[in-house]
């Protein structure tokens, strides 16, 4: 699998972010073209290299009608202000590919979102400021382009430096991690290191590795092929970049951030109980499993445990006080390995079954659907060991 890690010891930027990928490519005045060719309104994109703290890198930049525009993703801020519908105008009338402006536009939702829930208003009537202007757009499309020609299938991110101290902006001074910056990182791993005082992490940064990442962690095991460095504008005792590894994860397969919402009943029956995990499995859990335990006062119980992804953590647990008795709900994070899994239709003796494949950390797997079986043992009016015994040879 095309495996990406994103090194965010020094934070993340759209600049950086964008620039370490340009590194990436076999050709980077070629790629520089190609970025050109978008077509953005009155933007030209220019690359120059740079040296931080003797490490040899890239500085992306955007020239707004020849000009390079104040660099929100450091602070400065213009008087631009665009609200999300004109910034989803500009895209969509890019010469991008369709899955760039997609994924452009998704990355400008997550901002408006957090945006809109920071100053208690509606995302209609948000105005981006810093992460409205051109070269901001620029950053994000030029981010979204690079992930889909590389043809990157799985981006996994280190913790994040988000910094310390206070960033200016246009709504004045504000404490770092920016509101909005903080809102999006919420449920990633983040912390403050290195004494260094500043903005590390900008909206833009935090907005794209929020779409883009599907887990936060250590770097795993993975056989690199390239290495970029995407340099920032400010200098540091330590060199201000966004480092990437592109290569194959020698453990193939799925990784994801999950969380695990765990909690104990003695006084339901076991039909509300029932009920009540239904209705989390409904709402789009990953799992719920219940398992029979001893309580206080010698009662049995049960303990339930709800498998989900971070952003549906809210969803569950006001699910879980609607349809259970607990009073309380205790939260575990963790890591979640899957195999890659594709459905096939096989054609037997009996008509077709559906197969589920698997494979991954040097694994393969296959199962027929159940359900398929149980019904063709039915029609056929024999058991279902001998609709298994007419499956494909070399199929379990």
């Given amino acids: 699998m095309n495996t990406l890690y994103i090194d965010c010891g020094m934070g993340a930027a759209g600049d950086m972010l964008g620039a370490a990928l340009l590194e990436l490519t076999e050709d980077k005045q070629s790629a520089l073209e190609q970025l050109n060719h978008l077509a953005i309104p009155h933007v030209k994109y220019a690359i120059k290299p740079l040296k931080k703290c003797g490490i040899a890198g890239t500085k992306m930049q955007v020239l707004i009608d020849g000009e390079e525009e104040g660099d929100a993703a450091h602070g400065a801020h213009t008087h631009a202000h665009r609200t999300p519908e004109s910034i989803e105008s500009i895209i969509r009338a890019t010469k991008a590919p369709e899955p760039v402006k997609e994924a452009a536009i998704a990355v400008f939702r997550l901002l408006a979102q957090a945006e809109s829930t920071v100053h208690d208003t509606a995302i209609e009537h948000i105005h981006f400021h810093e992460v409205g202007t051109l070269d901001a757009i620029a950053d994000i499309l030029a981010v979204c382009y ?37 809102l999006l990182l919420k449920e990633i791993p983040m912390y403050s290191g290195n004494d260094i005082t500043g903005e590390l992490c900008t909206p ?15 770097m795993p095991l993975m056989q690199v092929k390239k290495i970029g460095y995407g340099m920032g504008t400010k200098d540091f005792k330590t060199a201000n970049c966004v480092r990437m590894f592109l290569g194959t994860a020698l453990e193939s397969g799925n990784c994801e951030t999950v969380t695990t919402l765990t909690f104990n009943i003695d006084d339901m029956t076991a039909e509300e109980i029932a009920f009540g995990t239904e209705e989390l499995m409904r709402a789009g859990a990953k799992d719920v499993y219940c398992t029979a335990v001893n309580m206080k006062k010698n009662r049995l119980g049960t303990l339930v445990d709800v498998i989900c992804l971070p952003a549906q953590k809210q969803r569950m647990t006001g699910l879980i006080f609607e349809h259970f ?64 015994s007419k499956l494909p040879k070399g199929d379990d």
């Fill in 146 to 182: 690079f992930m889909h020609t590389l043809n990157i299938q799985c981006v996994l991110a280190s913790a994040v430096n988000v910094g310390k101290g206070t960033v200016s902006c246009a709504h004045g001074i504000l404490p770092v991690p920016a509101p909005a910056t903080a």
């Fill in 204 to 218: 833009t940064g935090a907005a794209l590795l929020k779409h883009f990442a599907s887990a936060f962690g250590d």
């Fill in 325 to 388: 008795s607990t009073l309380g709900i205790r939260e575990t994070l963790s890591k979640r390995y899957t195999l890659e899994r594709e459905i096939r239709a096989v054609q037997t003796a009996y008509g077709t079954v559906h197969r589920k494949d698997s494979s991954g950390f040097e694994q393969e797997k296959s199962k027929y659907e159940y359900e398929d079986l149980a019904r063709l043992a039915r029609e056929n009016h024999c058991s279902l060991q001998h609709i298994k």
